[in-house]
């Protein structure tokens, strides 16, 4: 019997769109997600930004955060993460206040340094000027912490005088930050503000050991956290048998392929499209054989166990989950089935 305690649960969202689906749809599916994973006693709820992608509609992860808060009742909402060199720290900062308005006590700001697009697509979004420079990101990072607080932010004028700013008039709570990350630079630098930080296990494993080391190492207490606090991330699919769930991976390991293969993006396949096309279009099984070993595919008891004892390992008490199950031809189009099933089958006894 495994007798290793189940770490705690959440949820990052990327809402996917697949074949036949509209960005509405999309959408309402993942609203719905994020109902069951607050009703079934889930930790956090975020939503990644990505951009012009099409099997992704996780946009703006702000918009989708209030209509998750307005949907929910105790699950922390976030973003995982915002992308900080796509925008002006004031603005990030106004928008987490107004979404702390709106659930105070439980809106977690994580922020990424990583464009979340292609080279075309991150130049339009950084026509913002300075802000948008990635080695400003520290700074940025310190200065939407400012910008946060009820105090607000002191800008000091070289001419003599001082001009505080604050993201909203009144504020009696501010959001969590948290800084992500898929390299060394974001554990050092949440360590060295004393900050939670989490590694991008779900989309690179590669680094992730050394990573918790320089963070847990190199961590200075601050005023938020007085010892190192975070926590990992994985893909994760559940269903009745090993079978099923490894069906329902294959078109999540197919798109990883072609990201990884600089192949062109299509919306995510149903199940029975992947399968009839896996003979077909020659995508690499290296590739898509890697993405299946660095995921959580099985029956329920199975991956609690595997969930549980990779915790255990790198020594954090919650995992967050990125339900990838693929859809069957036949579901309807504002609902993702294979999803609600994992996060269901995860929180099970």
């Known amino acids: ?76 909402v976030g973003s995982g993460g915002v992308m900080l060199p796509n925008h002006s720290p004031l603005v990030v900062a106004e928008q987490f206040s107004a979404l702390e308005s709106l659930a105070p006590g439980r809106v977690d700001l994580g922020l990424g340094r990583a464009p979340g697009s292609d080279p075309v697509i991150t130049q339009i979004l950084r026509q913002s000027g300075t802000t948008s420079d990635v080695d400003a990101f520290g700074r940025n990072v310190t200065d939407i912490i400012s910008l946060l607080a009820p105090e607000g932010a002191t800008v000091q004028f070289t001419s003599g005088g001082t001009y505080t700013v604050r993201s909203t008039p009144a504020a009696t709570s501010a959001p969590e930050v948290w800084l992500l990350g898929s390299s060394n630079f974001s554990a050092q630098l ?107 595919y099985g029956t329920g008891p199975e991956v609690r166990a595997r969930l549980a004892a990779f915790a255990a390992e790198h020594g954090v008490d919650e995992v967050m989950i990125s339900p990838v199950a693929a859809a069957r031809d036949g579901d309807a189009p504002d609902t993702a089935p294979a999803r609600v099933e994992t996060i269901e089958q995860l929180a099970a006894e």
């Open 190 to 296: 949440a360590a060295a503000l004393g900050l939670p930080y989490v590694f991008a296990n779900h989309f690179s494993g590669d680094g992730l050991r050394a990573a918790l080391q320089l963070y847990r190492q190199q961590f200075q207490p601050s005023q938020w956290l007085s010892e190192p606090h975070t926590f990992l991330t994985a893909n994760v699919i559940v269903a009745e048998t090993d079978e099923e769930a490894r069906a329902r991976a294959l078109p999540q390991v197919r798109m990883m392929a072609r990201l990884r293969g600089n192949i062109p993006l299509v919306p995510q396949e149903t199940v029975e499209e992947a399968q009839a096309r896996e003979a077909e279009d020659g995508l690499a099984r290296p590739l898509m054989e890697g993405a299946l070993r660095r995921g959580f």
């Open 1 to 76: 019997m495994n007798t290793t305690p189940m770490p705690a649960l959440s949820v990052l969202d990327l809402v996917p769109v697949r074949t036949g689906q509209s960005s509405a749809d999309a959408v309402r599916a993942s609203l719905t997600l994020a109902q069951r994973a607050d009703e079934l006693g889930y930790r956090r709820y975020w939503f990644a930004e990505h951009h012009n992608m099409p099997a992704v509609a996780s946009t703006t992860p702000p918009v989708l955060i209030a209509a998750a808060a307005a949907r929910t009742q105790r699950i922390r």
